[in-house]
C-alpha cells in the first residue's frame, strides 16, 4: 500500500520561506515521478511543481509560471522523500498542498496523471 505523508506547512508572512516535505512508502520511490499542487476552498487543484523518476541522465523537473524563480522540487530517493521549497511566499500561495506520486516516470502535470495522493498541509501567508 503507497502512502505518502506531507509535513513543513504552517503559518508566515508574505516574504518568507517554508519547506514541505513528502515521505513515500509501499513502492520503489526512485523510478516514479513526483508531484506537489495545490488547491484553495471553491478552486480546482492546480499543479505546482513535478519531478521526474531517475533516468539515466538524472531526473528533470518542472514548475507552474506562478512558481518559477521561488519554488524548488527537490527528492532524496535515500530517504523516499519529496521536497518543495518555496521562497518569497506570497499571501495567494495559500493553500493546502499534496504531494503525488505517478505511474510513470516522467513527471505529468494533470491531477488524473497521478494514482496516489497525501492528505495534503496547510500553508497559510499573511500580508
Known amino acids: 500500500q503507497v502512502q505518502l505523508v506531507e509535513s513543513g506547512g504552517g503559518l508566515v508572512q508574505a516574504g518568507d520561506s517554508l519547506r514541505l516535505s513528502c515521505v513515500a512508502s509501499g513502492r520503489t520511490f526512485s523510478s516514479f515521478a513526483m508531484g506537489w499542487f495545490r488547491q484553495t476552498p471553491g478552486k480546482e487543484r492546480e499543479f505546482v511543481a513535478g519531478?521526474?523518476?531517475?533516468?539515466?541522465?538524472?531526473?528533470?523537473?518542472g514548475y507552474a509560471d506562478f512558481a518559477k524563480g521561488r519554488f524548488t522540487i527537490s527528492r532524496d530517493n535515500a530517504a523516499n522523500t519529496v521536497y518543495l521549497q518555496m521562497n518569497s511566499l506570497k499571501p495567494e500561495d495559500t493553500a493546502v498542498y499534496y504531494c503525488?506520486?505517478?505511474?510513470?516516470?516522467?513527471?505529468?502535470?494533470?491531477?488524473?496523471?497521478?494514482?496516489?495522493w497525501g492528505q495534503g498541509t496547510q500553508v497559510t501567508v499573511s500580508s
Open positions: 519531478i521526474s523518476g531517475i533516468w539515466w541522465s538524472g531526473t528533470t523537473s
Open positions: 503525488a506520486t505517478s505511474a510513470s516516470r516522467a513527471f505529468p502535470t494533470s491531477i488524473g496523471g497521478y494514482n496516489y
